[in-house]
C-alpha cells in the first residue's frame, strides 16, 4: 500500500457549528489549524427521528449502507448480523486494522492488530491482557454511571491498566480530572476518553496499523446533560443551580480534551492522513425532559411479575430482556406497556423483537412527583426507590453529521454527502478499488 495510513477519530454527534463558536472566542486551536486548511463538510442519513441513534449512524459510517440496507436498529444487535464493515473490507485487501470502542461494532476473528469494543456490545476483543481487563472496569463504568458505581476489582483494572497505559504527556490532565471530579462529574467521561485515546496512540504506534479508529463518546454525555451551561448557547431554557454551578462550561472541557486528542494524533503521527466524522450533531432540547434508570433490572422486573430468562442494561435508559418463548415475551410486553404513573402516563417504551423485548424508561418527568404507579392494575409506591435520576435532557439528535479530512484542502471539501458514502472515501483514500460497495 503506497497511501499514507489513515486515522479515523470518530467524535460522537459533536457539533462542528460549536466547535466554530468556541474557536471564536479564542479557544481550540488544534481544531482551528485543522478546519482553516482543511475545512469540513456535512454528511447526511435518516430522516426519521426515531432513527436518528448513533448505534445506527455508526453502523452505516462502518458499512456504507443505511438503515434500510443494514436493518440494524438497537444498540449492541450488531452481533447478530453478518454484515462487513469497512475493517473486514480492507483486511481482505492486505490493510492492517485497529479500532477503540467503535459503537455497535463486531469483531470478527483474531485478524485484527487491536480490537476493544463498546461497553454495550457483547463481541469478541483482541488486546493484551492488561488492556482486556481495563476495558471490563470501563464497561461496568459506564453501564453503573447513573448510580455512580465503581466495583473495587474495576477501580483495581483501572488503576493498574491506566498506569501502564497513559502517556506522560497526558499525567497533568489527568491529576486534574480525577481531584476535580467530584465538584465536575463530567470530568469522569473526559477521564475515560483520555485513557481511551491513549490506549489508542500507543496501539497505533506498537503495531504501525494502517487503518485505525477511535471512538470518543463523552461529548455525547456531556452535551446531552449540560448543553444548556454552554456559553455559546444562546437560547431560554437554564438548568437548575442544583444541578451544577452557573460558572461552569462542560462543553468547552470536552470540546477541549478533544482539540488536546487531535493536536497530540497529528504530533505522534505526522504522517499519517486524519479524518474526523461525528455520525450526526446535537442540537438544543426544547422542553424540560427528566432521563431515569432503573437501579437494579431484575429485581424490578420480578416485582412487577415479569418471568425472564436475562436481561442486559444498555445506554442510559435502554435495557435488553430476554424470554424463554414467544408467549412469555409477549405477556411481559403487556406489563410493561401497562406501566404508569399515577397521573397516566406511561413509564417505558417497549419493542417486541420475538423472544426478547427492547425496553426505555421514558417517563419524562420528576419521578418525586409520582404518588404512586400501577402495572397490569397492581398498584406499587416506591418508583423514586427503584430508578436513579441520570440527567436533564439538553441536547437532541440531528441527522447532520460532520466530516474532515486532512488529505484535502478548505476549497476541494464537499459541502454535503451521505454518511455512507464514508467508506468510499477511505477506500479512495488507500488507493484501493474493487469492494463492492452500494
Same mark, same amino acid.
Given at each position: 500500500m503506497n497511501a499514507p495510513p489513515i486515522i479515523f477519530l470518530e467524535l460522537n454527534e459533536v457539533n462542528f457549528k460549536f466547535v466554530d463558536s468556541y474557536i471564536e472566542q479564542g479557544h481550540l486551536p488544534n481544531f482551528k489549524d485543522f478546519f482553516s486548511v482543511h475545512g469540513y463538510s456535512e454528511t447526511t442519513s435518516e430522516t426519521d427521528y426515531e432513527a436518528l441513534e448513533p448505534w445506527i449512524q455508526w453502523v452505516t459510517a462502518h458499512t456504507g449502507l443505511s438503515l434500510n440496507e443494514h436493518g440494524v436498529f438497537r444498540l449492541g444487535d450488531i452481533t447478530s448480523y453478518d454484515i462487513k464493515q469497512i475493517w473486514e473490507h480492507l483486511a481482505d485487501q492486505g490493510v492492517s486494522v485497529g479500532a477503540i470502542s467503535p459503537?455497535?461494532?463486531?469483531?470478527?476473528?483474531?485478524?485484527?492488530?487491536?480490537?476493544?469494543?463498546?461497553?454495550?456490545?457483547?463481541?469478541?476483543?483482541?488486546?493484551?491482557?492488561?488492556?482486556?481487563?481495563?476495558?471490563q472496569a470501563i464497561a461496568q463504568i459506564v453501564n453503573d454511571n447513573a448510580q455512580q458505581r465503581v466495583s473495587p476489582g474495576s477501580l483495581l483494572n483501572l488503576a493498574i491498566g491506566g498506569a501502564l497505559t497513559a502517556l506522560p504527556s497526558s499525567y497533568p490532565a489527568y491529576f486534574n480530572y480525577i481531584t476535580q471530579a467530584r465538584t465536575k462529574p463530567w470530568f469522569k467521561a473526559i477521564f475515560l476518553d483520555l485513557l481511551l485515546s491513549d490506549l489508542f496512540l500507543r496501539s497505533v504506534a506498537k503495531k504501525r496499523t494502517q487503518f485505525a479508529t477511535l471512538f470518543l463518546n463523552a461529548a455525547a454525555h456531556i452535551q446531552h446533560h449540560f448543553m444548556f451551561s454552554s456559553t455559546i448557547y444562546d437560547g431560554p431554557m437554564r438548568n437548575p443551580e442544583w444541578y451544577i454551578a452557573p460558572k461552569h462550561d462542560p462543553l468547552l472541557d470536552v470540546y477541549t480534551a478533544y482539540d488536546r486528542i487531535l493536536g497530540r494524533t497529528r504530533a505522534r503521527f505526522p504522517q499519517s492522513r486524519v479524518m474526523? !466524522? %461525528?455520525?450526526?450533531?446535537?442540537?438544543?432540547?426544547?422542553?424540560?425532559?427528566?432521563?431515569?434508570? #432503573?437501579?437494579?433490572?431484575? =429485581?424490578?422486573?420480578?416485582?412487577?411479575?415479569?418471568?425472564?430468562?436475562?436481561?442486559?442494561?444498555?445506554?442510559?435508559?435502554?435495557?435488553?430482556?430476554?424470554?424463554?418463548?414467544?408467549?412469555?415475551? !409477549? %405477556?411481559?410486553?403487556?406489563?410493561?406497556?401497562?406501566?404508569?404513573?399515577?397521573?397516566?402516563?406511561? #413509564?417505558?417504551?417497549?419493542? =417486541?423483537?420475538?423472544?426478547?423485548?427492547?425496553?426505555?424508561?421514558?417517563?419524562?418527568?420528576?419521578?418525586?412527583d409520582v404518588g404512586h404507579y400501577v402495572v397490569n392494575g397492581e398498584i406499587y409506591n416506591d418508583l423514586i426507590d427503584e430508578v436513579t435520576f441520570v440527567a436533564i435532557k439538553n441536547g437532541c439528535h440531528n441527522g447532520i453529521g460532520y466530516f474532515a479530512d486532512s488529505g484535502l484542502i478548505r476549497n476541494a471539501a464537499s459541502l454535503q454527502f451521505a454518511l455512507s458514502d464514508i467508506p468510499k472515501r477511505i477506500l479512495t483514500a488507500l488507493q484501493l478499488r474493487g469492494v463492492p460497495w452500494h
Open positions: 459503537m455497535n461494532a463486531k469483531c470478527r476473528g483474531e485478524s485484527w492488530d487491536f480490537f476493544i469494543p463498546d461497553p454495550w456490545t457483547s463481541t469478541a476483543i483482541v488486546a493484551s491482557p492488561i488492556a482486556r481487563r481495563m476495558y474526523l !466524522a %461525528t455520525g450526526l450533531h446535537q442540537d438544543p432540547h426544547s422542553d424540560v425532559t427528566f432521563y431515569w434508570r #432503573l437501579k437494579d433490572h431484575a =429485581n424490578f422486573l420480578k416485582k412487577i411479575g415479569v418471568d425472564f430468562v436475562t436481561v442486559e442494561p444498555r445506554m442510559s435508559r435502554d435495557f435488553l430482556v430476554t424470554f424463554d418463548s414467544f408467549s412469555t415475551a !409477549a %405477556t411481559a410486553e403487556v406489563f410493561l406497556n401497562s406501566a404508569q404513573s399515577d397521573q397516566g402516563t406511561a #413509564l417505558f417504551e417497549v419493542d =417486541n423483537r420475538g423472544q426478547d423485548l427492547f425496553v426505555m424508561l421514558t417517563y419524562p418527568n420528576d419521578i418525586n
